[in-house]
C-alpha cells in the first residue's frame, strides 16, 4: 500500500469517529492482511544494512496512556504492529530501560529511581511478538526499539555490534529503524537483536544451552554465589533451571591456587575469544559493560551489560556484550565520568579495594581484581597481536568513515523529519553531522 494512502486511510478514520471508538480503530486495522511466518522469512532482512525498516505500532488511547503514565514500571499492554502493509495484533508492548535510560525522560527528580510519567518524545521499546500465541516475526519472537536518547551520533550501538561481530564475537544484529504511533511518526530508533533463544540458535551450532544475563561466574571476592542466584540470572530454560554448570564452574575456581586457576579458566573460557572480546571492549570504549566494577564501600562490586551463553555439550562459556549506547562516550577524553573505567583492563589500583570517581563518587574496582580477568592479565603479547587484527581488518578510519557515511546517508531525511516535528528535543541536521564528525575524530586519535 503506498504511504500516503496508508495516512489518508488512518486520517479518515481517525476523523469520522470518536478517538476512544475501539471499534472504528479495529475496522482500520482489518484492513489489513494478517501477517504469517513462513520459512523463507529470515530474521536477516530484518536486520539487514541496507534496509532503514519501517514498523508501525497501533495501541488504544487508554494502553497508551498506561504506558506513558508509569514507563518504567516497564508493563505491556496490547496492541499492534504494522510491517509491510502486513498485520499482527495482539502483541505486547511497554517500555524498557535502566536507570540511564530513563534520566531526563521521566518527570521523577531521583534518576537513582526512576518514577513518573513520559516527557521525551520518545522511549525505548519492546515488542513481544508472542505474548498471545502469536507465531514468531521472521524467525523473532521479539522486537527492541532502543531510543539512542543518549547518544547524539545515533550510531553506537550500529557500530559498536558491527565491530563485534565482524571480529568473530556474539554479539546483536543491530540497524536502523523508523517507528511510528498510530499513524505519527515517532523517531529514529536502534532496531537491536534480543538476546534470547532465536539469537542462540542463530549464532550457535548447539543451542540447548543455559543463557544467563548481568551474574559472574563468581562474585567480586572469587566465591561462588548461592544457587538461587544462578537461577534467577537465568534467561531460558527457567522451568528447567538446571544451573550445575555454571556452579561447578565457579567451584573450580574457588578451589583453584594461583598455579591452576589459568588453566582451570582455559577449560571453560575460550582464550582468543575472551581476549578479543576485550580488545573490542576498549577500542570502542565500552566503559559500561562487564569491565566496569560498580559498588560503594559497604556492598559488593558487581558488573553489568552482558550475557554468558553455556554449551549444552562440553563445558564452555560465551560472554556476549550488550548495551553499547554509552560505548564511544570516553574513546579519547572523559565526557562520561560517571561510567569512565580509570585503570587498564589488565592492571589493578588501590589494592584491588574500591575507590571514588567522577560525578557522585560513584565507587569502582580494577577489572583485573577479578580472577577471571585476572587470569588474562599476563597474555598482553597475545592481546596486542588481536588489537592489531583487529585495527588492520576493521577498526580503521577508512572502514570506519565508509560505514559512518552509508549508515548516515540512510537517516538523515528521518534526522530532519525528528527535528522538524520535535524540535529542541531532537537534535537537528547541523549538530548531527557534527557530532558524527567529533566521533570519528576522536576515533581516529585513539588509533594514534
Known sequence: MNKKIFHLIFILFATSCSKNSLSESELFLDTFESYTSLESHSSDYIFNQNKLHRFDIYISDNNLKILDDNPSAENYVEGSMIFENKIIKKVGIRYKGSIGAWVGCLSGTDFLNPSGHKICPKLSMKVKINWNNNDKFYGLKKLQFHSQNSDNTKMHERLGYWMYRSFGIPAPRSNHALIYINGEF??????????????????????????????????????????????NALKNKEEIADVSKIMRFANEIDSSDELSINQVIDKWIDKDQFIKTIVVDR?????????????????????????????????????IPWDLDNAFDNIQYNKNSVI??????????????????????????????????????????????????????????????????KWSNQIESSVIQANTKFDLQEINLNDWKNEIEVMKNEIELSLN
Not at 566494577?293 to 562440553?314: A, I
Request: some cysteine; aromatic content about 20%; glycine content about 6%.
Open 186 to 231: 515517532n523517531g529514529i530508533y536502534a532496531n537491536t537483536e534480543h538476546i534470547d533463544g532465536p539469537f542462540i540458535k542463530n549464532q550457535f551450532n548447539d543451542n540447548d544451552g543455559n543463557l544467563y544475563k548481568e551474574i559472574w561466574p563468581i562474585d567480586d571476592f572469587g566465591n561462588p554465589f548461592q544457587k538461587y542466584n544462578y537461577v
Open 283 to 319: 577500542r570502542i570504549s565500552h566503559d559500561d559493560g562487564f569491565l566496569h566494577w560498580y559498588g560503594s564501600p559497604v556492598s559488593s562490586f558487581t558488573n553489568h551489560n552482558y550475557f554468558w551463553y553455556e554449551n549444552s555439550l562440553y563445558d564452555d562459556f560465551q560472554l
Open 340 to 405: 569512565k573505567i580509570v585503570d587498564k583492563w589488565n592492571e589493578t589500583s588501590n589494592n584491588c579495594e574500591g575507590f571514588p570517581y567522577g560525578v557522585g563518587f560513584i565507587y569502582q574496582k580494577s577489572a583485573a581484581c577479578d580472577k577471571i580477568i585476572a587470569s588474562y592479565s599476563s597474555s598482553i603479547n597475545l592481546y596486542n597481536r588481536l588489537d592489531q587484527i583487529f585495527k588492520d581488518n576493521y577498526f580503521n578510519m577508512n572502514n570506519i568513515n565508509n560505514l559512518l557515511s
